[in-house]
């Protein structure tokens, strides 16, 4: 099949990568695979989306990848196109992702595979996408910027609460508050305002024990070999935080019947929203961030597993190309 890799920038991936990982599998499996930079989207005359971008020989590394010949890309005339943007790694950028997710959306209305769904990707955005999962199933939360409202959740939350940007990732700009600590909120609040949306949660006390990053494939957690594809990231000694930037490790995750009831209780929503490949993360058994852009985390969960989940996720997208019509099987069985 002929597949098409969409990234915030080319220069900026990494070989430990879940993008890379997947775009160096599909080479190998005997695909056609091409990166671009999402910046370089473009629409021609005729209405058709291309970029100039490189195309990944198979077994090439990154360094071979970046020195290759810059080729153009035509999005129209994929079978597959994996949208692998992070826009909350791109704050300066914001046009081009809003451009991006526009011109995708063209493309995927033309036939062509987008995963994921660029208009699923719009809906699940931010983190106010949480709401849509049963109250019982992720932490209590409201969404507001005015200061009164969250001084009110606040107060009504035990076990004190974790502030938030409804658009942030690795950590960025989360606050935790003690119970009762509230002389500095209003400023919290205020530095969040200006960013939009705040969001503010119920603190899950689990978290002392980190998160568990569940990946979802259509809707329901991906197996291999009768193992799930999950790992835990457990915050350093420092900091609340389980994000591998602010000082988490990684530790083999292990999923229980109530990790797999809160993602049966938002999959077929995912599914529905065209949402193919997402980390669902969970505090306890509960989910705090439902990932949908760029979903990482499948390097630790198939090293702590011994499962290639990767090659996995290949042969998933594989099978949807061939459902859609499209491309043809890899070459080799
Ligand atoms: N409600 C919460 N209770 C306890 N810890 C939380 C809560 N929300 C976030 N955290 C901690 O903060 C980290 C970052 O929050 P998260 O919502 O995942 O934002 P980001 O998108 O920046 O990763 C989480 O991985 C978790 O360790
Ligand atoms: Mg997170």
Redesign the pocket.
Known sequence: MRCCVVVNRLAEVTAGQTTWLLSAAAAARGHDVALVSVSDLELDEGGRVSAVGRRLAPGADLDALRAAAPVRVELDAMDVVLWRTSP?RDHERVWAHDMGLELAARVAERGVVVLNDPVGLRRAAS?LYLAEIPAEHR?R?VATRDLERVRDFVAACPTG??L??AS???????F?LLPGQTENLAQIVDVLARGGVI?A???????VH??LRLVLVDGEPLVVDGVVAGVR?V?GPRD????VHVG?SAAPGVVGPGHLAAAASIGPRLARDGLFLVGL?L?GE?I??V?VFSTGGLLDAGRFAQRDFVAAIVERVERRVAAAGGGAAPPTG
């Open positions: 909350g983190k932490p939360m609460a974790v938030k940007p942030g990732t690795r950590g960025q700009d989360v935790r969001i949660q119920e603190y899950l006390p689990d978290a980190g998160d990231r915050p609340f935080r389980s994000n988490a993360d505090i509960k705090i961030e990932n």
